[in-house]
């Protein structure tokens, strides 16, 4: 099994920033594709960002590329997104997700096994 576990979601006003964290836990996650997803209310859970525990590729979709980061500490099986120019629409609950397949399909809510509760991010005009 596999916990995860989100913070630092908070209020921000709009071109402010905030950085979120995924705290790992339990099976070695070495192997696993890791991913930040959101959703707003009343819409569909969405692709953020993603990267694996080894290598430098990271995946980002293109309405925060330029804007997030995603990046690790493997020392502490921990995931961050750093965000930047925070955007009203950025407005959603933000989820870290683990994708322990031999196919990882990056942008895919079905293809990640394990779910953090999620954390609140307010943007305010």
């Known amino acids: 099994q596999v916990q995860l576990k989100e913070s630092g979601g908070g209020l921000v006003q709009a071109g402010g920033s905030l950085t979120l964290s995924c705290a790992a836990s339990g099976r070695s996650l070495i192997s696993y594709g890791m991913g930040w997803f959101r959703q707003a209310p009343g819409k569909e859970r969405e692709f953020v960002a993603a990267?694996?525990?080894?290598?430098?590729?990271?995946f980002y979709a293109d309405s925060v590329q330029g804007r997030f980061t995603i990046s690790r500490d493997n020392g502490k099986n921990t995931i961050y997104l750093q965000m930047t120019s925070l955007k009203p629409e950025d407005t959603a609950v933000y989820y870290c997700a683990a994708d322990g397949g031999v196919t990882w399909n990056v942008e895919d809510v079905p293809s990640y096994d394990y779910w953090g509760q999620g954390t609140q991010v307010t943007v305010s005009s």
């Open positions: 990267m694996r525990w080894t290598g430098s590729r990271t």
